[in-house]
């Protein structure tokens, strides 16, 4: 075989080693990653909000498969504002989580949320009550994730925690400014 076809296969082979690296179904930190594509994820907030008013961030979950899906709405602003789900950052820094934190058992049918097929389910959120962001400037928010526990069959509900299986899912970021009083 001639060495630049060797050469070429070799980086082809070495190149198709790291592209499927985590080509697993469980992912970083036990993520499965099938919600890259069957869930979409958007988050907005507004783009200026004045001292002292609260800031509002909606979440918001798209079911993007032909059949339903069911979202455990923990550690999610489906929930409320009951953890560190968020990450925010005030000029490059990142703002310290003030909020409540929940301390749960197994979950219940209802801690699932119901996406239809092509369906949405979205929530707002007062960004204030957990993070401190009384000063002026740039505040970027993102959603931390991952989900939970995502299950395809209604029959499967509620899943108890040995069978969760966390779920990647890619929110966009989102930029405000505090403006002053």
């Not at 050469?7 to 930190?29: D, F, H, I, K, P």
């Not at 800031?55 to 504002?81: I, K, Q, S």
């Not at 959120?125 to 931390?144: H, K, M, N, Q, S």
């Amino acid at each position: 075989m001639d060495a630049t076809i060797r050469t070429t296969l070799g980086r082809a082979a070495l190149a198709a080693v790291l592209l499927c690296a985590g080509c697993s179904s469980r992912r970083e930190a036990g993520a499965v990653d099938m919600a890259t594509t069957s869930l979409g994820c958007t988050l907005s907030v507004p783009a200026q909000v004045r001292a002292g008013e609260p800031l509002m961030l909606r979440f918001r979950l798209t079911n993007r498969t032909a059949g339903p899906l069911y979202v455990l709405d923990w550690h999610t602003p489906l929930e409320g504002l009951l953890s560190n789900m968020l990450r925010v950052r005030h000029e490059g820094q990142e703002l310290l989580y003030q909020g409540p934190m929940m301390k749960r058992g197994e979950p219940t049918a209802e801690d699932y949320r119901t996406l239809p097929p092509g369906g949405s389910v979205e929530a707002e959120i007062d960004v204030t009550l957990a993070y401190e962001l009384d000063a002026p400037g740039r505040y970027l928010i993102a959603f931390r994730g991952p989900l939970r526990d995502l299950v395809t069959g209604e029959a499967q509900l509620p899943r108890p925690l040995a069978q969760h299986e966390p779920v990647k899912v890619l929110c966009n970021e989102v930029e405000t400014e505090r403006l002053g009083s």
